[in-house]
């Protein structure tokens, strides 16, 4: 499933224990379903929005107990057996359907805080679900993986910018857009000359730095964590990070081409995984 998407986060590596790895990939095809709903092809937001709500339908008919309705067998029939076996909350799930419908309408963000609102629902569930198969709840370490998600999200949204905006999904701020002088999300793609490009990359700049402070408040968590889990949130922390060392590296143009990871950072991840402190 992930190989026909651009997103490429890794899910379910080796390093997730084998009896919890269902349970990942059940989650993982929940989500990536929910968000093809909202996102792909060629239907108009009122179908989109329909089918969400059978698709929600069906998730309060699993969480339940209750037969779902057959219409995507694959994603429920999986996702029956992992909340019946983990007991996972219901609350993040829904969550997760809220941010999906929310893109349905490609919508603006006002400032940083409305885009934190939105990273709420879109990832932060996802941490948190993930802490709970592993049967950590605490609050430091809730914080602390919301902290993480949301920088996750947000350096996605930096590195796909030359791939959002000419969708139409504009995810940065209109403050910061303001605060460069860059008066409308649609001048993001226009201007090839110096005074154009300057205030893009001043923009790209600030927010990259924003998603790196970000992920320094999260960071803690992968360390604190024992065994498996902590060395996998070690790799995803350094893998958020070199991305936007990529975005810098490309004097911040992340506008116009999407950096991305390839094998050649698989040694500097480990190295940089291993070193944390």
């Not at 998407?5 to 990942?24: D, I, K, Q």
């Amino acid at each position: 499933m992930s190989e026909r998407h651009y997103e490429n986060f890794p899910v379910a590596s080796l390093l997730c224990p084998a009896a919890l790895r269902p349970a990942v990939m059940a989650l993982y095809g929940f989500a990536r379903t929910a968000d093809d709903l909202a996102d792909e092809g060629q239907a108009t937001p009122q179908q989109r929005r329909a089918r969400l709500r059978t698709f929600r339908g069906d998730l309060d008919a699993v969480l339940a107990g209750r037969p779902a309705s057959g219409r995507w067998p694959q994603v429920f029939a999986a996702l029956a057996q992992a909340v019946q076996q983990h007991d996972l909350p219901g609350e993040p799930l829904h969550a997760l359907l809220d941010a999906f419908e929310q893109d349905v309408g490609n919508p603006f963000y006002a400032d940083r805080a409305q885009l934190l609102g939105y990273c709420a629902r879109s990832a932060n569930p996802v941490g948190r679900l993930l802490l709970h198969l592993y049967r950590v709840g605490d609050a430091l370490s809730l914080r602390q993986s919301d902290a993480i998600c949301s920088a996750l999200q947000l350096i996605n949204f930096w590195q796909d910018l030359s791939v959002d905006l000419p969708r139409g999904r504009t995810y940065v701020p209109l403050s910061d857009l303001h605060r460069q002088g860059i008066g409308a999300p649609g001048l993001l793609l226009h201007g090839d000359d110096a005074s154009a490009r300057a205030p893009q990359r001043a923009l790209v700049r600030e927010l990259v730095q924003w998603a790196a402070a970000l992920m320094a408040e999260g960071a803690p968590l992968a360390l604190r964590l024992p065994g498996r889990l902590g060395w996998e949130l070690r790799l995803v922390v350094q893998g958020g990070l070199r991305i936007l060392e990529k975005i810098a590296a490309m004097d911040y143009a992340s506008i116009r081409l999407r950096p991305q990871l390839g094998r050649a950072d698989a040694a500097p991840l480990l190295w940089r995984a291993l070193r944390m402190s």
